[in-house]
């Protein structure tokens, strides 16, 4: 795929996961596909194409009017997409979430071959998780 295809990717990416269709998102990745998303929070960690249809409904499902994402930068090479971008929201709590991203897209054949996903993880603890943390190792 072009650099400009897999740019098109991540901006139409984005549009799904404002749309909340976790099913469709789900169709985006490769049947090796997996995202990651960083940190130590209730959310953290690595999830295959089989766990992305569950997991994205429920994370989705937090925002009942979706996630607003506003591209900042988009930067391609060969296979891999970075994109900074930020998502504003009203969660089901009623607190307003704005929160800053770092995706990083690998893909292959057209499809989502990883995702990794950086972010403010205290805003993911206080907001999306209740103030609840995972365990101490």
Known sequence: MS???NKQFVRDFLV???SGDAEALARCYHPEGKVTTMGNTLISGSRGVSEI???AGSVLELFPNGLDYTI???TAEGDT???ECEAQGEHV???HYHQF???LFRMRDGKLL???EYMDTEKVTDILCGGQRPPSA
Do not use: Q
């Open 114 to 116: 990883e995702l990794k």
């Open 81 to 83: 997409v970075a994109c």
């Open 3 to 5: 650099i400009e295809t």
């Open 72 to 74: 900042k930068t988009l």
């Open 101 to 103: 991203y770092h995706f």
């Open 53 to 55: 249809r569950e997991f």
């Open 16 to 18: 799904l996961i404002a």
């Open 93 to 95: 709590s009623g607190k």
